[in-house]
């Protein structure tokens, strides 16, 4: 019994914490935005798209033409859950897949893109499942 309290009052502290935590850090991010004007440098950097795998450049090429996609979740909607890419409303960001070579499924790599769809000039690339992007740039 005395463990089950235990365990309930870890979990609201760390609950509590958690909450906290969100507001003070959210606020943060908030002021590096606003002070920085790029996300507090939330993005890693840039990659050049001769810089990007060959994969990468095809997914690219579908996003400019509309697809046809090879994965029935290209297109949704990219929360930025994160908060690694600059704060928009939801809807803004979209996420497709960069098939990973030898991959048994969807691997690691994403392009996610903002702004309208089709368009590739707001582009961001990830290959460690949205650890870390880097701007795409011409």
């Not at 969100?22 to 004007?37: I, P």
């Not at 795998?53 to 994965?71: F, K, S």
Request: net charge positive; glycine share 12%; aromatic share 12%.
């Amino acid at each position: 019994m005395a463990r089950k309290w235990l365990r309930s009052g870890v979990l609201i502290g760390a609950l509590a914490f958690g909450l906290f935590g969100n507001v003070v850090s959210g606020s943060a991010f908030a002021r590096d935005y606003s002070a920085s004007g790029n996300g507090g440098n939330q993005v890693q950097g840039t990659i050049a798209v001769a810089q990007l795998p060959r994969e990468a450049v095809n997914t690219l090429n579908l996003i400019a033409a509309g697809g046809p996609y090879p994965y029935e979740k290209d297109g949704i909607v990219f929360g930025n859950r994160e908060r690694l890419l600059p704060p928009h409303r939801r809807g803004y960001y979209h996420e497709y897949t960069v098939p990973t070579p030898h991959a048994y499924n969807r691997g690691a790599r994403r392009i996610v893109c903002g702004g309208p769809l089709r368009r590739t000039d707001n582009c961001y690339y990830t290959d460690d499942h949205y650890s870390s992007f880097n701007r795409i740039v011409e």
